[in-house]
């Protein structure tokens, strides 16, 4: 038999295909052979790489092994703090992914935490309790309130037994369950009812299940499975920096290669061109840039923990920038994952009630004025009722608190018992009904429980008077049928046949808002029925009204998804509950629209082949009733469309999917240890809104990883530019091996790292997301970068060539080139600030960070030229204020210019560009 079908069959088929006694279970001798047979009920785990090897396969990449090259070269050139520094982040970078590669493989031990360590089975005719890995298929599980459950099982028998498997499929509510009905083969993992699974929980009641799936052939295992099938991708940003190192080291290889042999040709000695070409391709190769990454994500970090949000890997924060669809979860994500009453029915009016969750503030409101409770018998009746026939407890701060030491105004409230109960309990506390007081002065005195069968609960109260009153409350079609009168103000009336067509009206019109709807009602008892209560008195009842509830959406996602929505960010919503629900939920999000989206459901996914839900997954925003493999399907056919994926979820369910999408975001409350292990990051406040501030903070650092792309590439091509033009053009060297070294490191380093940390554009997220496959030249960096670049390479050659041949000065024409290089690049980087305005537009004080690293560089440079000891190290002289005159112009011209464009730009057309505080 399929591990799928079993809720397909009956409960004798399971027990007799298993060859197991329902009654006494399997002998211990059985279970050794099933042992040896099935193996340990436990997850499987693929066989681990050595950690040596996997250290080693951090030094594969391309840019990793230049840089290695680069630390040779270096050494090799006596350079040896810039050795010792290129191999530092070389290993910092190795260590870093190390450490990711390990922490993102502990999903799979977070899935095995899931596995109850005991169990209670039937064995040898006995219950015994055992360790959950001994449990095997045929075992006889007995099943009560509070249990986890350790394996997959089809149900024998149950008593009011009710699971949460919220983890597992999504759904919000608890799981009714039964054992006498078969499912069709279609039903999806939330419809069958007569199953239970291994990492879910009993909330009430109790049953037996014969054990049908241990270990990896569990629904939990399959999905340990889809997970370790899933491969990690790199992200836009890994693949761009890849593409970017390759062309960037071969092009400056071949460049200094051409250097060299053509200084060769012209009677330059080898050594010394050989010398001059190593230089500049050291200079050349931006072995810094790897470095700034990851400098500009680990502040990104940084901001981000102030936020809420923990990243897991450094590159998610920038692929969240560039994030096109967020597939998220419902339950606890959009949604409080509290159920609130949102609506009362009630003596022929309909009562709203305001407030969310279970926090009591709020109130009850008739035609958009709040209602006085004493005024309004018939509600508070219709309250007292689902107050009374109530089993679950609020409480402030983990504290059943009564009388006068509640305070309504306060915080911290919460639920203990089943959350429909719950909702309703605060929905009276918001009208000051309070079961403590009521039963002062009643006391309970029996209770018939709710049964899936029955669809009802009554209890009996017996008040100061010795009056015995019966509370009932269930399914409305079925309390209906009970009801013969109807609660007034004047007392019980006879329920008409246009009274009972309004209250069904009234029904029709609470489901189709998604709202779960409870019917209350109430009659009194004689002595006698009082003391032998069963089904026969819940007859005759006096209907009281209708409680519609829902688990709302939180407040603050519905501001973040319109903030995506201008993003140009599609919010797509998964979700294990039903369509109906699903569809509610979205529409008050503003994520579905009808006639605009589409919503499909788990088997309508599985009626479709992979054409066909890739025709139809852009037009779709509501999945309902999804399985793990179907979040995998939706997420890989939205990737096959160009989409760059973010996925949120909180369940063991969504692990597969985060893993494979490009970005796994996993809640930090709710979220299960499986979930977080698989993500890349996760919001400790399970705040929909912390993604926002992701986004935005994954473009800010794209874009300021652009602005020292300009800036380092622009700076670069100058340098091999002018040692190129000077060979092409039959010149002297401009500059020695030892004076571009040094250009490399006092322009390299520190500059560029503050463009890391710029601020960002106030209006970055009123713009679309990059296309995916964007080039990280686009929207004309390129053309900025090679016009910067032969700019300043011209503009060095320009000042050797002026003071070389006017004042035949070999040193000093190599001196005023060497500080003309420097300047050009100290003047340039402000220009890189921002790729639409200069800056004079721009707020010149707001990184403090680049005017500091702009003049410690200048510092730095002027002592290589005046401090004797350093001068001779680099071969400078003294510049006379005539030189300086003629390096400063040529070097900031772009400057000057720019300057004259703002003092004389019409004022109307002025704007100053904020930066965003940070």
Known sequence: ????????????????????????????????????????????????????????AQFQD?????????TLISALLGEYADAVTILIIVLMNAVLGFIQEYRAEQSLSALKKLASPTARVVRNSMVQQIPARELVPGDMLVLEAGDKLAADGRLINVHNLEVDEAALTGESMPVRKVADRSFSEDAPLGDRKNMVYAGTSIVRGRGKAVVCAAGMATEVGHIAGMIQETTEETTPLERRLDQLGRLLVWGCLAICLIVVVTGVIKGESLFLMCMAGISLAVAAIPEGLPAIVTVALALGVQRMIKQRAIIRKLPAVETLGCTTVICSDKTGTLTQNQMTVRQIFANGNTYDVTGTGYDIKGNILFNQQPVTISRDKVLQQCLTIGVLCNNSTLKQNNIAITGIWRNKTGTGWSIEGDPTEGAIIVAAAKADIWQTEIEKSQQRVAEIPFESERRRMSVIYRDANNNNILYMKGAPDTITELCRYSHTPAGPATMTSEHRASINNIIEQMSSQALRVLAVAYRRLTPAQARNPDEAIETELVFAGLIGMIDPPREEAKSSIALCREAGIKTVMITGDHKNTAIAIAQELHIYRDGQHKALTGTELDAMNEGELDATVNKVTVYARVSPAHKLRIVRALKRHGHIVAMTGDGVNDA?????ADIGIAMGISGTAVTKEASAMVLADDNFATIVAAVEEGRGIYDNIRKFIRYLLSCNIGEVLTMFLAALLGMPMPLLPVQILWVNLVTDGLPAMALGVDSYNPNIMKRPPRHPGESVFSRGLSRKIIGRGIQIGLSTLFVFSVIYYLQNDLALARTAAFATLVYCQMFHVFDCRSETATIFELTFTSNKYLLAAVTFSTVMQLSVMYIPFLSAIFSTVPLSLGDWALVLTVSGWTLIVNGFKHIFKPRPARRTILPQNR
């Open 62 to 70: 391309f840019m990793v092994l230049v840089l290695l090259g680069a």
């Open 1 to 56: 038999m399929d591990r799928e079908k079993w809720y397909t069959r009956t409960p004798d088929e399971a027990v007799q295909f298993w060859q197991t006694s329902f009654a006494d279970g399997l002998s211990t001798a059985e279970v050794k052979i099933r042992l040896d047979k099935f193996g340990f009920n436990e997850l499987a785990e693929k066989e681990k790489v050595p950690w040596w090897k996997r250290f080693l």
């Open 656 to 660: 597969p999917a985060i893993k494979e």
